[in-house]
Every structure is written in structure tokens, then in C-alpha cells.
Nanobody, 130 residues
Framework: QVQLVESGGGLVQAGGSLRLFCAVSRLTFGTFSNYAMGWFRQAPGKEREFVAGISRYSTVSDYADSVKGRFTISRDNAKNTAYLQMNSLKPEDTAVYSC????????????????????WGQGTQVTVSS
């Protein structure tokens, strides 16, 4: 059973920072470097939304306009881990953050569409107080 386990969430004041981790294991096809990675979030009463994505070898990244310049996505293929560094956090960033893995043969591919991802983690809560 493929596992994506997020960690690093918590409660932080506005303007603060958090770093989220997504540890991937038990892949049944390929290795971690065969997967583009994405971070999504879902706030209560709202739909899941794309936050950031990164290609297999970190050559391409993409961000939602709402987080551009504040969040940075990265990955370490040797550690099977993806990261989301979140700075200058705002109360509207409060949500459950989930990572997802997308199997792709393209080194530059990534996606903003949740339906294209093959595997998902359970999520980690991020709460930003004002």
C-alpha cells in the first residue's frame, strides 16, 4: 500500500512560518523520482484547491497566485520526501494540507488538477491565527 504521510502542520500566528513534509513510501510502480508532486489544501466549507506542484527532478514548479512569493515547494528524491515551506502565513491559509503524487513519464510535467494525481496523503492541519 502506497503511503504518503504529511507532517509539520500546526498552529502559528499570522506572519509566521511552517514547513510541511510529505514522506512517500511503498510505491508499487517506479521510484519517487517517477512522480511529480503536488500540495493541495482544503478549508472548511470550501473545495480542495491547488497550492503548489513540482516536477520529477525539480526543474519545473508552479504555484497558486494566492501563495506565490510566500510558499516554496521542493523535493529530495534521495529521501523520497517533498516539502512545502510556508512563510508570511495569513489566516486565510488555514486549511488541511495534503500532498499528492502523479506518475508521469515527462520530466517537466506537473498538474493543478487533483483528479490527475495517483496517490494522496491524509493531510495535516495548518491553522493561522490573526
Amino acid at each position: 500500500q502506497v503511503q504518503l504521510v504529511e507532517s509539520g502542520g500546526g498552529l502559528v500566528q499570522a506572519g509566521g512560518s511552517l514547513r510541511l513534509f510529505c514522506a512517500v513510501s511503498r510505491l508499487t510502480f517506479g521510484t519517487f523520482s517517477n512522480y511529480a508532486m503536488g500540495w493541495f489544501r482544503q478549508a472548511p466549507g470550501k473545495e480542495r484547491e491547488f497550492v503548489a506542484g513540482i516536477s520529477r527532478y525539480s526543474t519545473v514548479s508552479d504555484y497558486a497566485d494566492s501563495v506565490k512569493g510566500r510558499f516554496t515547494i521542493s523535493r529530495d528524491n534521495a529521501k523520497n520526501t517533498a516539502y512545502l515551506q510556508m512563510n508570511s502565513l495569513k489566516p486565510e491559509d488555514t486549511a488541511v494540507y495534503s500532498c499528492a503524487a502523479l506518475l508521469t513519464s515527462s520530466r517537466s510535467n506537473l498538474s493543478r488538477r487533483p483528479g490527475e494525481y495517483n496517490y494522496w496523503g491524509q493531510g495535516t492541519q495548518v491553522t493561522v491565527s490573526s
